[in-house]
């Protein structure tokens, strides 16, 4: 059984074209969303369905603003969310392409997937 779904915030410490101190991401559950500020403003989200009972979060959609694109910040997004599915030991149905096409270039993620 996963773990309730609660707030998380951290900043972000992968690989990125953008100094980590610049980036914050949260799990904004109140929205059903992951959200990634850079300098203090949203910038992108990663929307999800989460059903605790199951144990499975649906990622649904990845969106970052085109003004912000090119940076790696989609990736970092979708790697937080992934990262955290597997803390709070939920499997991902990756119905959003992008996050859809992170998990086959980083295949260590590919366990997380509900068949």
């Known amino acids: 059984m996963g773990r309730p779904c609660i707030r998380r ?6 690989r990125s074209h953008v100094p980590n101190e610049r980036v914050t991401i949260a799990d904004r559950h109140d929205r059903r969303r992951y959200e990634i500020e850079l300098d203090g403003e949203l910038v992108g989200m990663l929307t999800y369905k989460l059903d605790a009972a199951a144990g499975v979060i649906t990622h649904r959609h990845t ?53």
């Open 63 to 115: 969106e970052i603003d085109p003004a912000s694109g090119g940076q790696g910040l989609g990736s970092q997004l979708v790697r937080f969310a992934l990262d955290d599915a597997r803390a709070r030991d939920f499997a991902v149905r990756p119905l959003c392409p992008f996050v859809a096409a992170f998990i086959d270039r980083h295949p260590e993620y590919s366990d997380l997937v509900k068949r």
């Open 9 to 14: 915030s951290r900043r972000w410490t992968g």
